[in-house]
């Protein structure tokens, strides 16, 4: 069993940048792929990023490659996602998710591939 708490949305003005992070408890953290979703009103939750095991392969959807990172510390039990260049359609609840894995070569950008859900963090970005 994991669970993931996300921290660090807020308010910011269009150009700016946010942090989040997700911290994650249990001791396999290691073994699990991450990855972040968002949901804006109205709409469905969609896939942002995902990282694996060992920060070795990260996957976007085109609408925020270029700018923003997904990362992990494994040491720490937590997942990041930078954020920069925001912009008002990126305004959404952020959550992050989890999946064990048992290779390093998989990632996953379907929700219904994830088991474990933070309860998210509202990014509001104003123009």
């Known amino acids: 069993q994991v669970q993931l708490v996300e921290s660090g949305g807020g308010l910011v003005q269009a150009g700016g940048s946010l942090r989040l992070s997700c911290a994650a408890s249990?001791?396999?953290?290691?073994?699990?792929?991450m990855g972040w979703f968002r949901q804006a009103p109205g709409k469905e939750r969609v896939f942002i990023a995902t990282?694996?095991?060992?920060?070795?392969?990260?996957y976007y959807t085109d609408s925020v490659k270029g700018r923003f990172t997904i990362s992990r510390d494994n040491a720490k039990n937590t997942v990041y996602l930078q954020m920069n260049s925001l912009k008002p359609e990126d305004t959404a609840v952020y959550y992050c998710?989890?999946?064990?894995?048992?290779?390093?070569?998989?990632?996953?950008?379907?929700?219904?591939?994830?088991?474990?859900w933070g309860q998210g963090t509202q990014v509001t970005v104003s123009s």
């Open positions: 998710a989890a999946r064990q894995a048992y290779s390093d070569t998989l990632y996953y950008t379907s929700r219904a591939n994830y088991d474990y």
């Open positions: 249990g001791r396999t953290f290691r073994s699990y792929v």
């Open positions: 990282i694996t095991w060992s920060n070795s392969s990260t």
